[in-house]
């Protein structure tokens, strides 16, 4: 059929509309509420450092050292899911009792206590394990540890300290790692260090570190050496508690070949005297980054070690598992605020 004039002008009007039409949408996109996803050719590279705020510290993995299911555990896992780190609670291996009086004897001098044996056989457990998965690195927590709800903005400043303080000297083989590669063991949760002039340290701004007045510990005075509300970085001298401590692939078999046939008072007290004799390559960080939670002093509760060594459990963790507690040197504690949304900073007397 033969178009007329008038008629062929609008159809050609109307092909071109389409045109138009069919141009825009390809070109400019209809808007979605789901952000795209960047590709790797359109961000670019981050910082090393910056990966120690991963969900895993920039570790390879977090473990829990653990006995089995308690409130322990589960403030733990509160924790953990409030500020979005992955911790894997591997079974504890059962410890006859044979094993821990065997234990006992070993070493010329010190030995530990029962209980003290007993943990320092579940630490070398868990090491094993680290050191059978060909980890490159991995942090170690105990059970009822507790941490800063701002952790993962304290651990890449903690990572450039590392890097800092071992002079580490990245090349493209090994830049990946966050805290570098130059060392066995990161003490990251204990109960108080050492220090004085003549340390080589790295001090760096953090206004999350717990201020001089308000620290607790026998270790009070000499953190009071060091710039107040400022972190610090240096080789391990004299840390005391395995609240929590990080290990490389090396220094978990070194730890394993020095401690792992007791002779000594307790775990940490071994892997502290390794350090400080230099056979391990350690770093603390004071202050700590990681305490131990204790729960409300009047109901007496006991420590796993010491129920160890003979003294009797308190009451059952019904009685106060829901009543809050309170830790240490840790200013806004991510067990408290996942539980009862306060802080619990224990007081200094």
């Known amino acids: ?195 004085e002039d003549g340390i080589e340290t790295v001090v760096f701004d953090d206004p999350t570190a717990i201020p001089h007045a308000q620290y607790s510990g026998w270790a009070r005075e000499y953190l009071a050496r060091l710039p107040d509300r400022r972190r610090a970085v240096y080789r391990s001298y004299n840390p005391v508690c395995s609240f929590a401590y990080a290990l490389s692939r090396d220094g978990a078999r070194k730890v394993l070949e020095l401690v792992g046939g007791g002779g000594d008072e307790a775990f940490d007290i071994a892997v502290m005297h390794h350090c400080r004799a230099g056979r391990l390559e350690c770093l603390s960080v004071v202050p700590e980054v990681v305490h131990q939670y204790f729960p409300a002093e009047r109901f007496g509760v006991k420590s796993l070690v010491d129920v160890g060594n003979g003294e009797v459990d308190g009451p059952g963790e019904e009685d106060f598992e829901a009543v809050m507690g309170s830790t240490e040197n840790i200013l806004e504690s991510a067990r408290c605020w996942a539980l009862w949304r306060q802080t619990c900073l224990r007081q200094y007397i």
Request: aromatic share 8%; hydrophobic share 40%; net charge negative.
């Open 1 to 195: 059929m033969i178009l007329a004039p008038r008629q062929c002008l609008f159809l050609t009007a109307a092909g071109c509309i389409l045109l138009i039409v069919v141009t825009l949408y390809q070109y400019c996109p209809i808007a979605s509420d789901r952000k795209p996803e960047q590709s790797a050719s359109s961000s670019s590279p981050a910082s090393p450092t910056s990966n120690a705020a991963n969900s895993t510290l920039g570790f390879q993995a977090i473990f829990a050292l653990s006995a089995g299911p308690s409130w322990r555990t589960r403030g733990l896992l509160a924790a953990a899911n409030l500020t979005g780190l992955e911790i894997t609670l591997p079974p504890q291996p059962p410890i006859p009792a044979d094993l821990i009086t065997a234990f006992q004897t070993l070493g010329d001098s010190t030995h530990p206590a029962r209980g003290a044996s007993k943990a320092w056989l579940a630490h070398l457990d868990l090491i094993k394990h680290i050191h059978q998965s060909n980890l490159d690195t991995a942090l170690i927590l105990e059970d009822d540890a507790d941490w800063d709800r701002r952790l993962r903005a304290q651990t890449p400043l903690i990572a450039a300290a590392v890097r800092n303080l071992t002079h580490f000297s990245p090349t493209e083989d090994n830049d990946d790692a966050p805290y570098g590669r130059a060392w066995d063991l990161l003490w990251l949760g204990h109960c108080g260090e050492y220090w």
